[in-house]
């Protein structure tokens, strides 16, 4: 404990160093002491007393080493108020951030530079939309809203200076206003299901160039590695045949296969660098696609564990930022039938919700479900380029214009043609317009029925409630304190007629499309399943009429979820402890087929050709079988992995990428199948000419895998995993102001973990917190979260916390001692 708090005081003393630096550089031109105020202005205040008016009685807020809040007040719209107050005092910024990335705002803080992203995420209309979903909540919820926006602008106002990252962009923080609660929810849509219709059109890309054998083998609905609740793994398509596509035939020139790699190989670059200047915002680029989202839940029924009570264990993986997307506390009040209700868990800072908890009776918790939520609509010119066909003939293109304001220069115009179905997105490689059918435009996405769970006791009841929520669509796993466990889906779900909506197709002779949403007793449930086991990781669930239902919008591969399932049917006991185990499990049971290839490649033969090749064989002979931050031999398999990739799957692509600048094969998340097919039946007529044959393909990976670990005159011992997944956890000003990032930045740690294991980790992205939890059993529960409470970097909770995440240390869920005890009074 010594060590840990030397090692804290340590980085503030570099931060405060930092920023003694960059006082002195500034001084000359404003004063450091008045900087040095303003900066310390921003912070919030933790003692003590505050007038807050419109409350009908005080709130209590106490918080414990962590800074982590426990609200308590009289009445829910009490703490919804209080919890407003301390959100902006906190993380005003991340909500001011969360609500203008849904609008297509962010110009108007940062200038021209954020245009590319105002003008993608402006053509939905977020903003007009809340205002729309605002007028159709019921007199309570808008109430509810309000009163929480209340405490966010009191909050605001309360503090001495505005927070530190305002007076950086020189601008006043406008203030919170009730539609805004709902654009962060909106700014959630866009994270867990902007990448559906880039998918969507690369899968059109795939389909449209290629034979209908090879599409379909490449683009596999599932693969031997799936887990789902529901069914079992799909097989696999098998390699079309010479007769359908042969890569060695002269129709398919090695130059056109060079210049197509090529030109997709800038457009990936210029993507990575959008992304790298976006870091807090996963904003549908194709850097990272396949990493994309990895959330992980599971529940274990009471008839497992010792205590009868059911168990939930929720990690939900999300882009990593400076401060964390979450914000931990509890909650107490009394609800309208005068009964105490407590919950901890996380919430989103801009809403007054608990999003992931325990309310003593129930504990619930979500993965993003990659369900279908999204279409792309091939537009039919209508009589002239100003009209679209419909089932009703053709229509004029109702057109929209939006302003983009932006700071330090002139404001924009941007015309949006809103369709029927939708906004025009783009046109596609055939030059065809497209609209977007999405969830997400339609007033059935938004609502606060996740409000409700807090307050109920009864299993049903909370599936009820998931059902009805209007939420990007998620697995909803719940357990209760009597020991049940139950599976639905929370969110709205299309019905969808006529195509199963994998494909961009035309909806113009009324054929296909959407016909409403489904009831909410149309939706999948499973509950009390015969093992006592329920889990979810982004897989596939389903089968049948259910998967039918909800269609693929992108299912992750199923290796997660299979060592998640067979992790947990082989647990010998089955608590808190073990779950978190699960949670950290980083054996790298996904790669094992990839290592035997590798050393199959390493035949003597190989070696006796170049003596170089012998360095490999200990390193992967000892690999040590997991993601570990010391492994070499780790890092030389995932890399041999990803270079016969490279070579068995791109001269195959290479075909459909002219004239898609944004396709990346790695949107298609089930590509180990077939990649594992090549390799492992090794069809001639597959193979890259370049190579005499498949051997000669995985020895050339496995010669570019030395290559890149003994790059210059590196020793092989030093290429260890950690050296590349090093957190690189970041705020958004320090892409931008780099001298800034030792002051703002976390501290960059070598993790365990990759992407197909229940510890999924890469530098910039992995678990946003860790939960397990028995309800009614809080106080054994354990949650941590990297980052701290405060978004505030001299803050003394800016990085509490955070060391247990690193770490993965059994963190406790509910608040320890208090040290801080703030009261908020009624105006007097």
Do not use: C
């Not at 993965?367 to 039919?380: C, P």
């Not at 591969?557 to 980083?586: C, H, N, V, Y």
Request: no cysteine; proline share 9%; hydrophobic share 40%.
């Amino acid at each position: 404990m010594r060590e840990a708090d030397r090692q804290s005081r340590s980085r503030r003393w570099r931060r405060w160093a930092l920023l003694a630096g960059f006082v002195l550089l500034v001084a000359p031109a404003g004063g450091a002491g008045w900087l040095y105020l303003q900066l310390r202005g921003g912070l919030p205040q933790l003692d003590g007393q505050i007038a807050l008016p419109g409350l009908s009685a005080p709130v209590i807020i106490e918080r414990d080493g962590l800074s982590i809040p426990t609200i308590q007040g009289a009445t829910r719209s009490d703490v919804a108020r209080a919890t407003g107050f301390i959100h902006a005092q906190e993380r005003f910024f991340q909500m001011d951030l969360l609500r203008r990335v849904a609008a297509g705002e962010l110009a108007e803080l940062f200038g021209a530079v954020a245009l590319g992203l105002d003008r993608n995420n402006r053509i939905h209309r977020l903003r007009a939309r809340a205002r729309q979903v605002l007028t159709t909540l019921s007199v309570a919820e808008q109430a509810l809203l309000a009163t929480y926006a209340d405490g966010v602008n009191a909050g605001l106002a309360a503090l001495s200076a505005p927070p530190f990252e305002y007076l950086l962009i020189r601008l006043d923080p406008a203030p919170w206003r009730p539609e805004d609660t709902l654009l962060a929810a909106y700014a959630m849509y866009l994270d867990l299901q902007g990448r559906q219709w880039p998918r969507e059109s690369v899968r059109g890309a795939l389909h449209d160039r290629l034979p209908p054998a090879l599409a379909a083998f490449l683009d596999p609905p599932g693969t031997e590695w799936d887990a789902p609740l529901q069914g079992e793994p799909f097989a696999a398509p098998p390699p079309p045949g010479p007769e359908v596509f042969d890569l060695r035939r002269d129709s398919f020139p090695r130059p056109a296969v060079e210049a197509a790699l090529a030109a997709r190989t800038a457009s990936s670059l210029s993507q990575t660098l959008a992304a790298f200047l976006a870091p807090w915002l996963r904003d549908g680029t194709a850097e990272g696609a396949d990493f994309s989202s990895g959330s992980n839940n599971w529940t274990i029924s009471g008839r497992l564990t010792a205590q009868g009570g059911a168990l939930l264990a929720n990690d939900m993986h999300l882009k990593l930022r400076v401060p964390n997307v979450w914000y931990r506390a509890t909650l107490i009040y009394l609800d309208t039938d005068g009964r105490e209700r407590r919950v901890s868990g996380v919430m989103l800072p801009g809403a007054p919700a608990m999003v992931v908890g325990s309310n003593g009776h129930l504990a619930w918790g979500f993965t993003n479900s990659e369900g279908d939520w999204a279409d792309l609509v091939v537009l039919e010119p209508g009589v002239d380029e100003g009209t679209y066909q419909t089932p009703d003939g053709p229509r004029p293109f109702t057109r929209v214009e939006e302003t983009l304001a932006v700071k330090d220069g002139p404001d924009e115009k941007l015309e949006i043609l809103e369709t029927i179905w939708g906004p025009v997105l783009d046109r596609d490689h055939q030059g065809r317009r497209r609209a977007l059918r999405w969830v997400a435009h339609d007033p059935r996405a938004m609502n606060l029925e996740l409000l409700a769970l807090e307050a109920l006791d009864a299993l049903e009841a909370a599936l009820d409630a998931a059902n009805r929520a209007g939420m990007p669509a998620q697995n909803f796993l719940v357990a209760s304190a009597d020991g049940r466990i139950a599976w639905t889906l929370a969110g709205p779900i299309p019905r969808r007629f006529g195509h199963d909506g994998r494909l961009p197709t035309s909806w113009a002779d009324g054929r296909r499309g959407w016909d409403g949403w489904l009831n909410p007793d149309e939706y999948p449930r499973l509950i009390d399943p015969p093992s006592g086991l329920l889990w979810t990781a982004n897989n596939r669930v389903m089968d049948g009429a259910w998967l039918d239902l909800l269609g693929d919008g992108g299912y992750a591969l199923g290796a997660r979820a299979r060592q998640i399932r067979d992790g947990l049917q082989g647990m010998e006991s089955f608590d808190e402890a073990t779950s978190l185990g699960l949670q950290l499990d980083d054996r790298a049971l996904f790669l094992e087929r990839w290592r035997a290839l590798l050393l199959a490649t390493l035949t003597p033969d190989a070696i006796a050709a170049d003596p170089r090749r012998a360095e490999l064989l200990p390193w992967v002979e000892d690999w040590g079988g997991r993601a570990a931050v010391d492994s070499v031999g780790y890092r030389l398999v995932q890399t041999f992995r990803l270079e016969a990739r490279a070579r068995a799957l791109e001269p195959l692509l290479a075909v459909a990428l002219p004239g898609e600048p944004y396709f990346d094969y790695d949107w298609l998340r089930q590509h180990e199948g077939p990649l594992w097919q090549l390799v492992a039946r090794q069809p001639p007529h597959l193979l890259d000419p370049r190579y005499a044959d498949w051997p000669a393909l995985l020895l050339d990976a496995a010669d570019a895998t030395l290559a890149a670990a003994t790059a210059g005159r590196r020793p092989l011992a030093a290429w260890i995993w950690g050296e590349y997944n090093r957190s690189r956890i970041q705020h958004p000003f320090s892409t931008i102001l780099p001298w800034l990032s030792g002051w703002l930045d976390l501290p960059r740690h070598p993790l365990p973990g990759d992407r197909y294991m229940p510890r999924i980790q890469g530098p910039g992205d992995g678990a946003s917190q860790r939960l397990v939890v028995m309800p009614g059993r809080e106080e054994n529960g354990i949650l941590h979260l990297p980052g701290g409470q405060s978004g505030h970097p001299l803050s003394p909770y800016y990085q509490a916390g955070h060391d247990a995440w690193v770490q993965g240390e059994p963190s406790p869920l509910l608040p320890g001692p208090v040290r801080h005890r703030l009261i908020l009074s009624p105006e007097s």
